[in-house]
Every structure is written in C-alpha cells, then in structure tokens.
Nanobody, 120 residues
Framework: EVQLQAFGGGLVQPGGSLRLSCEAS????????MKWLRQAPGKGTEWVSG????????KYADSVKGRFTISRDNAKNTLYLQMNNLKSEDSAVYYC?????????????RGQGTLVTVSS
C-alpha cells in the first residue's frame, strides 16, 4: 500500500516561511517523479512544483517561482517544499504526489495533505 504523509503546515504571517515534508512508503520512491499540489477552499487542484527522480531537475508554477524550493532525499524517501515569502494566496491544503510527469495535476498516488494558512 502506497502511503504519502505530508506534514509541516501551519499558520504563518505574510512574508514568513514554512518547510513541508512528505514521507513515502510502499513505493519505490527513488524511481518516480514527485510533485506538490495544492487546493485552496472552493478551488480546484493546482500544480505547485515537480522534481525528477534524481532530484536534479525541478519545475515550478509561475505563482511560486523564486519563492518555493522543492527537493528530495531518496535515502530517506522524503520530499520537501521550502516556502519563503508566503502570501495569503498560498493558503491551501498541500499534497505530495507520485507522478510520471513533473508538470500538471495528473498523478499516480496522492497522500493526505497538510494545511497552510497565511494570515496576519
């Protein structure tokens, strides 16, 4: 059974930072593209960022480029998202996902998300 558990969310003020983590099990983590998706209340799923299996190629949505950094540690089966200079529009539930492509919302498996709230 594939399990993807994201954590690290919380309440942060605009301009603040958070680091999300996602621990994977039941899947050959190092063989897959991984991505972060998010869903704000009342909105559809949005692609945030993707990283290739080796961790040396990354892609970002324009809305987060220059502020977010995706990374992975294949030895620990863990995916990360460093989020800096957070804005209110970044508030959403963030999900990690196993995928074939770094772009877009299509994925093979998605875990339970972690809530990020950016508010003063």
């Amino acid at each position: 059974e594939v399990q993807l558990q994201a954590f690290g969310g919380g309440l942060v003020q605009p301009g603040g930072s958070l680091r999300l983590s996602c621990e994977a099990s039941g899947v050959r983590f190092g063989s897959y593209v991984m991505k972060w998706l998010r869903q704000a209340p009342g909105k559809g799923t949005e692609w945030v960022s993707g990283i290739n299996s080796l961790g040396d190629v990354t892609k970002y949505a324009d809305s987060v480029k220059g502020r977010f950094t995706i990374s992975r540690d294949n030895a620990k089966n863990t995916l990360y998202l460093q989020m800096n200079n957070l804005k209110s529009e970044d508030s959403a539930v963030y999900y990690c996902a196993v995928a074939n492509l770094m772009w877009g919302t299509v994925h093979r498996y998605r875990g339970q998300g972690t809530l990020v709230t950016v508010s003063s």
